[in-house]
């Protein structure tokens, strides 16, 4: 009888023993794996994040261009929210409206430096863009798709009939970043002239976690 409990006790032993080294091993196998793990999905995560940027800033241009046919049909000319008239800007203030042939040569000259300087935000030009939403100021000047809200951001300005075509575009859905800091922004180059010298106002649409990432242009 003791050599039959003792060889039973060897048994548990030799059972436990084994159970325990091989949960040792597994859980050991677990972190490596996780610690491994992590970095690969904050990266998927963040790719997800950046997709989904891309994709709602490619509905606002879409809803931008229907925007556009529509007062086109309406109203004569094309123009985008935010603006009353095509030759009007969205962010920066200055008159386009001379259509004659001298006034039509200053418009275009006026709209190129609006564009340019547009395009330094976006890292088209000598700078490296505005890459952070706190970027300590900017080249152009930017306002809110939807509105700031309790958005504090000193780069981002308003416009408020703009918000509220916006708006009423998405059938009063707002579209918000998918990144913490991110806010949808957008800028509308002026047109100018008329008759065969008209040229059509364009639409610039960016998310600020990182503008020179996530942009995107309409130009009719």
């Given at each position: 009888?003791?050599?039959?409990?003792?060889?039973?006790?060897?048994?548990?032993?030799?059972?436990?023993?084994?159970?325990?080294?091989?949960?040792?091993?597994?859980?050991?196998?677990?972190?490596?794996?996780?610690?491994?793990?992590?970095?690969?999905?904050?990266?998927?995560s963040e790719g997800t994040k950046a997709e989904k940027s891309r994709n709602e800033i490619d509905k606002i241009i879409k809803q931008a261009g229907n925007f556009y046919q529509d007062r086109a049909d309406d109203e004569g000319r094309g123009r985008f929210p935010g603006q009353s008239k095509f030759n009007e800007?969205?962010?920066?203030?200055?008159?386009?409206?001379?259509?004659?042939?001298g006034g039509t040569d200053a418009a275009d000259s006026t709209s190129r430096a609006h564009e340019n300087r547009i395009l330094e935000d976006l890292g088209y030009g000598s700078s490296d863009g505005w890459q952070t939403y706190d970027q300590d100021g900017t080249y152009s000047t930017w306002v809110s798709v939807f509105g700031k809200g309790s958005n504090t951001n000193a780069n981002i300005g308003t416009d408020t009939d703009g918000e509220v075509e916006w708006t009423t575009l998405f059938g009063d859905e707002v579209l918000g970043s998918t990144f913490q800091d991110g806010h949808y922004v957008y800028a509308v180059v002026a047109g100018g002239g008329s008759g065969a010298d008209v040229y059509p106002p364009v639409l610039y649409v960016g998310?600020?976690?990182n503008m020179t990432d996530f942009n995107n242009v309409l130009m009719p």
């Open positions: 009888m003791k050599q039959t409990l003792k060889k039973i006790i060897r048994n548990v032993k030799s059972i436990n023993g084994n159970s325990l080294a091989e949960f040792a091993t597994t859980t050991a196998l677990m972190a490596t794996l996780a610690a491994t793990a992590a970095p690969k999905l904050s990266e998927m800007p969205v962010g920066e203030d200055y008159d386009n409206t001379d259509a004659s042939s998310d600020v976690e």
